[in-house]
């Protein structure tokens, strides 16, 4: 049949056809297979960010005072919720609005958001379900105290930091985002996470502070309380440690509020007459004054280069000793115009005046201090008195601190270690002495003077009692529009503390207090009161052990008759003396292991999350733990410190349930 | 002898090695289409609020009575379908003049911007349908016309009138696609019935101003043509849909990235479990799954045209070589446009493509081509064949 031909013609045809589409596919499939499947992945799966925690903030005992903890935040699809009942019920446990719970559990959407984060803890039974999709949220906790939170700063809602520490080691508290993979929609609506695993986030750098949260608290009530009983427009309190530089608290009050970050790194002032040891220590150490040496006081008024120069406490003459006892302006003009202006220059310049600290903080201001060659005829007396020179808190307390530990100036600090994630140490503050400004024997002998200033002189109202403060008064006339005001005052006290071995130098300013303007009346008590509350604190850092062992020392050496052998009594004295070791918060790892070396071994908090109470507290007390419940009710939550910690066996356990 | 076994007698259509492959080769289709179904459906079953089975419960509704289906076509002689033809052209005809009126929206609804089924309680396709009529009505216009097919005018212009006339009615749907699947079959059964070659030169010549002036008019055929010319330059949706479906078949390479395992039918792919079905093949099963399904339709193709050489007569022979090239041409076309070989349109895939008016012609075409494929032979007592056939079959 000739038509059959035809039929193979068609047969033919198909065939090159099917040829055709084996072809095709094999150029799409195995020659270009590889660029499709490429694009196929970019388009079904979408990198999503995990957030990184950021690094905690620790105060120098390791109390965290600005900390992140993960929250969830919750998506529903409710077409794929199996019972939506259960759900909504979940849902109202876990405090999610009516509104929100009716429109998760309408079948009819397809996707919804909730606007809440919660704890993972709280929401677990509802991110079980399926159909509930959870993403990671961080939150910054931070620990309550006006002042610490100037100090630490903040965090913005997308993760920038604003101000404080937050900003300037933002670079090591900030973390590493991780990437999760997640499957992706035709909408390129987030699907379900893709079981491919993308990078784990990292979390930041953890830091621990130099700061003393409770110092801190302590200065920063003393502060508010003094500012208020003063009527002043505010104040500020910094407490360093002379022996490192480790700056322990850092308060500021204004009364109207209008200030940010830490004024006490940031806004110079006029020291007035703090800055006189400094030029005696100078006259001492050229061997152009001795401490005996009398000086014509001028009965308290005294005119030089057109100005009148007063007194307070008038006398005829003074000693060095006593022109700083006393604080004389007369005395110490006199005495300073022995110096040549490079000379009196020199000084001021040594004790790092003029320029930033190097405190690592935003915005920390230099001060101002002239060149000789700017300066007017009256310059010399001026800064003698603490004049036409501008120095920030800190500054002059590092200044002090240089008296303090004997005439190194050292490098004040506000962050004593950082810490990766896993523990390990990546920088630890170490002593750094800038230069040294007087020689240790200067330094003992302006220290009693600073012992005078306070037991008898100006600064009494500083003085402790038992424990000797070494200390120098201040008072400034507020410049205003270049004239100095009438009757604005800056009031400031500076001062060590136990004055022969000093463990604190304590700086307090109060700005235009009303009634009474000096020193010795505002700013002295302040550091009276901080030094009161912190020797009552239990942990504010104090070395305990010196203190009460001098204290003891004392009590013996007024016993009189029947304490002969004073080397005895001391040993006897330290046997009974609880040692008070600062416990630095130290790595888990090296934790670990000093527990170990006491003797008993650390063991892991077990985790009791969920648990009904009763049977949280027999698995503590089974796994070796005191435990202290925090509610009556209830399952258990979280514990403090958090499951998995390393304690020693016998440590108390804080409980948290739920209601 | 003849009064015994004239008591016992009764005839049955005996299956040739032929039929039984083809049988073979649809059920293994329709398995493996079945089974493709459901993977490319059940995600878009679920955001549509249903089960994940609810397309392939559907479909296996449709091959359940398209079994019954074959099993009938297969036990009628197919020579029936001569007498059926012009009853079957005019139905068609008239289900399709329904679809374009415009008062019968209530029973043919626009669907994705075509008119293209009617929902009577069950949804139907006139389209599938007139398919059938096409291949049945040429091939027997053909034989009756005998030698009168070497003219012109008497021979080959009805046809193109009254194809002409179902191509106008498919147009106005619009379903361009459809269209032009009724005028290549109508050729092939012209072309194998022994029309003029020059008559087809004629016929093309003719065709393509009137192709294309209608492709100006229906807007989304030409987005759909235009795309496949110049996919840099083409409309987005059209654009889309041929990326989708590469991405889909390109990124199963050798052997596909897993039954179930696929993503782009969860609403990446338009049409995932119809028009785009064998891109779900290309990218789960892979080439490997690609190389399978194209043997399977030329398996069909090459079974389907031995049974149209050993045809009992002239309508016959044609009838199986236009119903062969319905189910293969349309697997072809369906699969060349997955992998971008062709322009894109709508086209199904038989046996995998969601559709139960599809599916019914498809067993109905298989039924009829295992009819031709047999003999109607006279059963002796019980089982006893009579080696003589019966002579009405013979014809």
Redesign the interface.
């Known amino acids: 049949m000739p038509?059959?031909t035809?039929?193979q013609?068609?047969?033919g045809a198909?065939?090159a056809?099917?040829a055709?589409?084996?072809i095709?596919?094999?150029q799409?499939?195995?020659w270009?297979?590889?660029?499709?499947?490429a694009?196929?992945?970019k388009?079904?799966y979408g990198a999503k960010a995990i957030p990184a925690p950021r690094g905690a903030l620790l105060d120098a005992r390791g109390v965290p005072l600005a900390q992140s903890r993960e929250l969830v935040k919750l998506s529903i699809a409710p077409?794929?919720v199996r019972d939506r009942r259960l759900l909504g019920k979940s849902l109202r446990k876990l405090g999610v609005p009516p509104v929100w719970i009716a429109r998760a559990t309408d079948?009819k959407r397809?996707w919804v958001v909730l606007p809440g984060r919660y704890l993972p803890v709280d929401a677990s039974d509802v991110t079980a379900m399926r159909g509930v999709y959870t993403e990671v949220a961080i939150d910054r906790v931070y620990a309550h105290g006006e002042a610490m939170r100037r100090v630490v700063g903040r965090v913005g809602a997308d993760d920038q930091p604003i101000d404080g520490l937050e900003l300037a080691l933002d670079s090591l508290l900030r973390g590493q985002e991780g990437t999760l993979l997640v499957?992706r929609?035709?909408?390129g609506r987030r699907?379900s996470s893709s079981g491919e695993s993308g990078r784990a986030p990292v979390e930041g750098h953890q830091v621990v502070l130099t700061l003393s949260r409770e110092l801190q608290d302590i200065a920063e009530r003393a502060l508010r309380d003094a500012v208020h009983r003063m009527g002043a427009a505010g104040g500020d309190v910094v407490i360093l440690d002379p022996h490192t530089g480790e700056l322990r608290a850092l308060a500021s009050h204004r009364t109207d509020g209008s200030f940010s970050g830490v004024p006490a790194l940031s806004v110079p002032f006029e020291p007035g007459s703090t800055l006189k040891p400094f030029f005696a220590a100078a006259l001492l150490a050229t061997g152009r004054a001795t401490p005996d040496e009398r000086i014509d006081t001028e009965n308290g008024v005294y005119t030089l280069e057109g100005r009148t120069i007063t007194d307070v406490h008038a006398e005829a003459s003074m000693t060095l000793t006593d022109v700083i006892r006393y604080s004389s302006n007369i005395g110490i003009a006199k005495f300073t115009s022995r110096l040549a202006p490079r000379e009196q220059y020199e000084v001021l310049r040594d004790l790092g005046f003029g320029t930033p600290t190097g405190v690592p903080f935003p915005s920390e201001a230099g001060g101002t201090l002239m060149m000789p060659d700017e300066w007017t005829r009256m310059s010399p007396a001026s800064l003698a008195m603490g004049y036409e020179i501008a120095v920030t808190p800190v500054q002059l307390a590092t200044a002090y601190a240089a008296i303090a530990n004997g005439g190194e100036l050292l490098e004040p600090t506000i962050v004593r270690e950082i810490r990766d994630p896993d523990g390990g140490i990546r920088f630890r503050h170490e002593r750094r002495v800038v230069r040294r400004v007087m020689s240790a024997e200067i330094a003992g002998t302006i220290r009693s003077m600073l012992v005078g200033a306070v037991e008898e002189g100006t600064g009494g109202g500083a003085g402790l009692g038992s424990f000797s403060v070494a200390g120098k008064t201040g008072t400034a006339r507020v410049a205003r529009g270049g004239r100095y005001a009438a009757s604005e005052y800056t009031a400031s006290f500076v001062g060590f503390f136990p004055a022969d071995e000093p463990q604190y130098v304590v700086l307090v300013k109060i700005d235009r207090p009303t009634g009474a303007y000096y020193g010795g009346q505002t700013a002295a008590p302040v550091t009276r009161a901080v030094l009161e509350a912190a020797i009552a604190a239990r942990d504010a850092a104090l070395d305990r052990r010196a203190l009460a062992s001098r204290e003891s020392l004392e009590a013996l050496a007024r016993a009189g008759p029947h304490a002969e052998d004073l080397g005895e009594a001391a040993r006897v004295v330290e046997e009974q003396i609880p040692r008070h070791v600062v416990d630095l918060p130290l790595a888990r790892t090296a934790r670990a292991g000093a527990l170990r070396a006491e003797g008993k071994s650390p063991r892991a908090v077990p985790n009791v999350r969920g648990m009904q109470l009763r049977e949280a507290v027999r698995t503590l007390h089974r796994a070796g733990f005191r435990v202290q419940l925090g509610a009556a009710t209830g399952a258990a939550s979280a514990t403090w410190p958090n499951a998995g910690a390393m304690l020693r066996e016998g440590s108390l356990v804080r409980l948290v349930s739920d209601r | 002898m003849g009064a015994v076994a004239i008591a016992h007698e009764r005839t049955r259509w005996r299956m040739s090695v032929e039929a039984r492959a083809l049988v073979l080769v649809t059920a293994v289709l329709v398995a493996f289409g079945l089974v493709v179904l459901y993977s490319s459906s059940a995600v878009l079953a679920?955001?549509e609020?249903h089960s994940s089975a609810h397309y392939l419960v559907r479909q296996l509704i449709g091959a359940l009575a398209g079994c019954v289906i074959f099993a009938v076509a297969a036990k009628i002689d197919a020579e029936k379908w001569r007498t059926w033809a012009w009853p079957l052209m005019g139905l068609s005809i008239l289900l399709l003049v329904v679809l374009i009126l415009p008062f019968t929206g209530a029973i043919a609804p626009r669907l994705n911007g075509s008119r293209r089924w009617l929902t009577l309680g069950l949804t139907v396709q006139p389209s599938e349908l007139a398919k059938l009529a096409v291949v049945v009505w040429t091939a027997m216009l053909v034989v009756k016309k005998g030698d009168k097919m070497r003219r012109l005018t008497k021979g080959l212009l009805p046809f193109l009138l009254v194809v002409g006339v179902l191509d106008l009615l498919v147009i106005l749907e619009p379903d361009l696609s459809m269209a032009m699947t009724f005028t290549v079959l109508m050729g092939?059964v012209l072309?194998?019935?022994?029309v003029r070659i020059g008559h087809f030169v004629v016929l093309g010549v003719l065709a393509i101003p009137i192709l294309w002036r209608e492709m100006e008019r229906v807007q989304y055929a030409l987005l759909r043509l235009t795309s496949f010319l110049d996919p840099g330059a083409a409309p987005a949706e059209a654009h889309y849909q041929l990326r989708q479906s590469?991405?889909?078949?390109?990124?199963?390479?050798?052997f596909g990235v897993g039954y179930g395992e696929g993503?782009?039918q969860?609403?990446?792919l338009p049409y995932p479990f119809n028009d785009f079905i064998a891109s779900n093949v290309?990218e789960e099963w892979?080439?490997l799954g690609?190389?399978v399904l194209?043997a399977g339709?030329?398996l069909y193709?090459?079974l389907g045209?031995r049974i149209?050489?050993m045809a009992r007569t002239k309508f016959q022979?044609l009838l199986a070589?236009g119903l062969t090239?319905t189910t293969?041409?349309t697997a072809?076309l369906h699969?060349?446009v997955v992998?971008?070989?062709l322009p894109t349109t709508g086209l199904t895939l038989p046996f995998f493509s969601y559709g139960r008016s599809n599916l019914l012609l498809s067993f109905l075409i298989t039924g009829i081509l295992v009819n031709i494929a047999s003999r109607h032979e006279r059963v002796v007592g019980a089982t006893a064949s009579d080696p003589v056939t019966l002579a009405h079959a013979r014809a």
């Open positions: 038509r059959l035809r039929s013609v068609v047969q198909l065939g056809f099917a055709l589409l084996v095709r596919a094999a799409v499939q195995l270009e297979g590889r660029a499709w499947a694009r196929a992945h388009q079904h077409q794929e079948a397809k499957a929609d035709a909408r699907a | 679920i955001q609020g092939i072309f194998a019935g022994g590469l991405i889909a078949v390109g990124s199963g390479r050798l993503r782009q969860t609403g990446f290309g892979g080439f690609l190389v194209v339709f030329t193709g090459v045209f149209a050489t022979q070589l090239a293969v041409l072809y699969i060349g992998i971008g070989l």
